[in-house]
């Protein structure tokens, strides 16, 4: 049942600005018109090119396209921004200087959940948490972060939760959150027992009092350096996933990541005993929380109390390596920190399984496209920064590497190692073509490509069978593509065209 915190709804009547029209945009405007305020939406596109997302607003929503005019901004009691606008925008800058608050869309979502409803199951460490609102389950970090999302939220609904998947996996929770709550806010709808949501950096910079149940960083390699001044300012971002918990909480980390480690001795250590409860995975030592060994994934939650984790014995093996349906090095990171997630969630060890050894992975990484004359080409396309593309490479030997795009100020001399152990050719397309060229083109033979096509077809004509063709950029595509999924679909375009053309010439032979 809904029950509506007046208190805490504050929403009701205000003039409040949402900024950009893409889906958070439209899913922010629809839902704070639901709930009674004034909403203003804003973009800097011509209404011509986003005539569908119009289309999708509710009628009582005043929409302002090509140019953010400042007068909707100086009235504005409240403003919401997508991910994608930066805090630097002048009209921002401004508003921000008269006071006037700014948050983005995930935090809009954590504020309603704030005020709407209570919860009688789920995550309840203590009698106390019965009617608290429906908890997060936040996670962020540089790679992994959609892998992680879609198992945990598998797992849930394997163990017979009620979960709501959103954010920055392409799901607005602000639309999804527009669905359960209805129009009027009827009274018999209901709230899920969980909120698991994938959360990006830029999201990050524009919380408030967000606070998840429980929250896991998965890594941090240099990405979106081409928004932040340097590492330490992303890395601040990424922090601020869990600066709301509280002792009542959980945070998952990477054991392995060097980054991690100074997150956990500068952000973690002065806050003494108002840390939140802190877990790892591993895949190189024994840890508190999940780690591998000998071929075998182990739980141990000793340092917990038995009321934490009822349904838990407290050092256990959950499943062999090779019962892990997604493989690689990463694949196996990622299905870790999702199973220890899941477990202290509540989840039954059977539904943590269960999913494990069923799950296929998702499109677009290091997805299996075809097998030409024994030579696999594999789909990394969301391989879009340095440390994605080090752990594609790491799981590979005898490589025909694809690489190239629109350049996010990565180091690409950093994949040096790697590619002259791992890669036989490394064929570039893309704006950051000579880029990657300069740091990479004494590592491996290097030859340059004017689109993904051509790729595909001379990456075949250097494999020989038994190689592997990667599509891993490590760059974004905005260049030559609409986004990583037009870009890794195109390339399984490619891929398939050229095993049909491949097939119709061994039958004239």
Do not use: W
């Amino acid at each position: 049942m809904i029950v509506v915190d007046e208190k805490k709804m504050t929403f009701k009547d205000k003039n409040i600005v949402v900024v950009g029209l893409a889906r958070s945009g439209t899913g922010a405007a629809n839902l704070l018109s639901e709930l009674g305020a004034n909403v203003t939406i804003t973009d800097n596109k011509q209404g011509s090119l986003l005539e569908n997302n119009i289309k999708r607003l509710l009628p009582s929503i005043k929409v302002v396209t090509g140019s953010n005019p400042s007068e909707v901004f100086d009235t504005a009691e409240m403003i919401v921004i997508s991910p994608g606008v930066p805090l630097t925008v002048p009209s921002l800058e401004r508003a921000r200087a008269k006071g006037i608050p700014i948050i983005g869309e995930l935090e809009l979502a954590y504020q309603v959940i704030q005020g709407l409803g209570i919860r009688d199951q789920g995550l309840v460490k203590n009698k106390s948490d019965i009617g608290l609102p429906t908890p997060f389950i936040g996670i962020t970090g540089t790679n992994g972060k959609s892998t992680v999302t879609t198992l945990v939220d598998l797992m849930l609904k394997e163990a017979g939760f009620n979960s709501l998947l959103g954010g920055n996996i392409g799901i607005a929770l602000t639309e999804e959150m527009c669905k359960i709550v209805g129009a009027g806010l009827k009274p018999d709808s209901a709230l899920p027992d969980y909120i698991v949501t994938e959360i990006s950096s830029f999201q990050l910079e524009t919380i408030k009092d967000f606070r998840p149940k429980i929250a896991t960083i998965l890594n941090i390699t240099p990405d979106h350096l081409d928004r932040y001044k340097g590492m330490d300012e992303y890395i601040d971002a990424k922090a601020r996933v869990f600066e709301n918990q509280t002792p009542e909480d959980f945070l998952v980390l990477n054991a392995d990541d060097p980054e991690l480690e100074k997150v956990g001795s500068e952000k973690l250590e002065v806050r003494g005993k108002e840390k939140p409860g802190i877990l790892y995975f591993s895949r190189k030592k024994e840890v508190e929380g999940i780690y591998l060994k000998d071929g075998i994934v182990y739980c141990d939650l000793l340092s917990f109390p038995a009321s934490y984790f009822p349904l838990l014995t407290f050092r256990f093996s959950l499943i062999s390596q090779d019962e892990i349906k997604i493989q690689g090095v990463h694949n196996i990171e990622n299905a870790m920190a999702a199973s220890l997630i899941a477990l202290i969630s509540g989840c039954s060890i059977d539904s943590v399984r269960n999913v494990l050894k069923t799950f296929p992975g998702l499109e677009h990484r290091l997805e299996f496209v075809a097998d030409i004359g024994g030579v696999k080409f594999i789909n990394d396309s969301k391989g879009t920064n340095v440390g994605a593309v080090a752990k594609s490479l790491e799981g590979f030997d005898n490589l025909i590497l694809i690489m190239g795009g629109l350049d996010k100020g990565g180091e690409f001399t950093g994949l040096r190692d790697l590619v002259r152990r791992k890669v036989k050719a490394l064929v570039l397309i893309g704006k950051a073509k000579d880029k990657i060229a300069s740091a990479l083109g004494d590592a491996a033979e290097t030859l340059m490509a004017e689109d993904l096509n051509s790729a595909v077809e001379l990456s075949l004509s250097k494999a020989s069978a038994g190689d592997v063709v990667l599509l891993s950029p490590g760059c974004a595509s905005f260049d030559m593509f609409k986004d990583f999924e037009d870009r890794g679909r195109k390339f399984k375009d490619a891929v398939n065209q050229l095993k049909v053309k491949s097939e119709k010439l061994r039958v004239k032979e």
